[in-house]
């Protein structure tokens, strides 16, 4: 066992603090990495303050993990000691159901195992997630990473980064196509950076003008202001997609009013509320919602592969550990530019 320096929720509402413990020992497909940065996702707020109804405490966030391979088990194949290696959503799935067998692991039947908030395989073992200075993983679940990018930036990528990359993709967005992306946060940024690099013309969607200049360097062709109902009107019938990234409970049926015939709005924010929909605004012109969650290995590892091709990464500000409180606090105002990436090297002593 190694011992390892985190920082952890001990609960729903008091602020998250140091923590210790033990990390398991390296078994025969395991590999052992030390972190050097972790990505800050809505998730962990979503999590850490229990509004998903499923928190499991202590609770280590973190599922956007960068670091390198310090040691591989005798039957490790695919990674070696020095090695760059990423960990997303995910160290685990039952690998015998359909969804594990096609590489949907995140839609694993029996339940992904979550790199944190979960339990593993065994049904007892809680995991702890990437705010911590190592993690040892089963190597079908880790990913390769590019010695060609910035690592701070590429971290993003392993949630962020597939959230986006995915639907769109399974969507089949590509030149011609006019898409729209809700809420420029740490989701939506990458968003507009792949439909963008895709070739489709790329609208955001923001409730923060102070924004608007940031979205066009990210690739946005237009910027509407979302509390703006009178611009918004103009854009009726106009979108093919709409990738919703909002974290708190909006208006669907507004938005839905913006696909053209046929267009789907595909839902990846996961405000924890039920969404209520009218039926009329989608059956009128045939549009349709899709949710779509993270993404498997396979497609993980295509999506940073992709991102080394193109030179994609992440807009990040870095921080120490121990800001993590007043990061929340400010990704909660929605004042984030574009991702916190925690600088692993300040947990450590
Ligand atoms: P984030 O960085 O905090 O960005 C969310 C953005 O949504 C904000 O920057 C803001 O953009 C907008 N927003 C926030 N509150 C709003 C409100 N009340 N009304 C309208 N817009 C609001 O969050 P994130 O990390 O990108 O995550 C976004 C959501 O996706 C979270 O719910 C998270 O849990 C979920 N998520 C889902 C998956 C998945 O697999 N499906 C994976 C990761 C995260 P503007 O300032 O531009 O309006
Ligand atoms: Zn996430
Ligand atoms: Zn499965």
Avoid at 6 to 17: G, R, V
Avoid at 110 to 118: K, R
Avoid at 151 to 173: H, K, M, N, Q, W
Avoid at 196 to 208: D, I, K, Q, W, Y
Wanted: hydrophobic letters at 35%; charged letters at 20%.
């Amino acid at each position: 066992m190694t011992a390892v320096n985190a920082y952890a929720a001990q609960n729903a509402t008091t602020p998250l603090t140091p923590f210790n413990f033990n990390r398991r020992d390296v078994g025969p497909h395991d590999v052992q990495i030390e972190i050097l940065y972790c990505g800050v996702c809505h998730s962990d707020i979503h999590q850490v303050k229990n509004e998903w109804n499923n928190a499991i405490y202590p609770m280590v966030p973190g599922h956007e993990i960068v670091g390198r391979v310090i040691k591989t088990g005798n039957h490790v194949t695919r990674f070696k000691e020095g090695d760059l290696a990423g960990v997303g959503c995910f160290v685990d799935s039952c690998r015998e159901c359909p969804s594990c067998k096609a590489g949907d692991e995140q839609y694993c039947e029996e339940g992904m195992t979550g790199t944190y908030n979960a339990y593993e395989r065994d049904g007892k073992t809680p995991t702890y997630g990437g705010y911590s200075t190592q993690i040892v993983v089963d190597e079908n679940y880790v990913l390769h990473v590019s010695e060609k990018l910035p690592l701070e930036a590429v971290a993003p990528l392993l949630c962020a980064g597939i959230t986006t990359y995915s639907p769109l993709r399974y969507a089949g967005v590509g030149k011609g196509h006019k898409v729209a992306v809700l809420g420029l946060g740490g989701l939506g940024h990458m968003a507009v950076k792949f439909a963008s690099s895709f070739g489709a013309e790329v609208t955001m969607l923001s409730g923060s003008k102070s924004k608007e200049a940031d979205a066009k360097k990210l690739g946005a062709n237009h910027f509407v202001l979302t509390s703006n109902k009178e611009e918004l009107d103009k854009f009726q019938n106009h979108f093919d997609f709409i990738i919703d990234t909002v974290s708190a409970l909006h208006d669907y049926n507004l938005y839905l009013n913006l696909l053209k015939t046929n267009g789907k709005l595909l839902i990846v924010g996961a405000p924890p509320e039920p969404v209520p929909v009218s039926a009329f605004a989608l059956l009128m012109k045939r549009k349709s919602i899709m949710g779509s969650l993270i993404g498997g290995i396979r497609e993980t590892q295509e999506m940073l592969d992709y991102c080394a091709e193109h030179n994609i990464v992440s807009d990040v500000e870095v921080i120490d550990a121990s800001y993590i409180n007043e990061a929340y606090e400010r990704m909660l105002k929605g004042d984030v530019k574009y991702r916190f990436v925690i600088d692993i090297a300040s947990l450590r002593n």
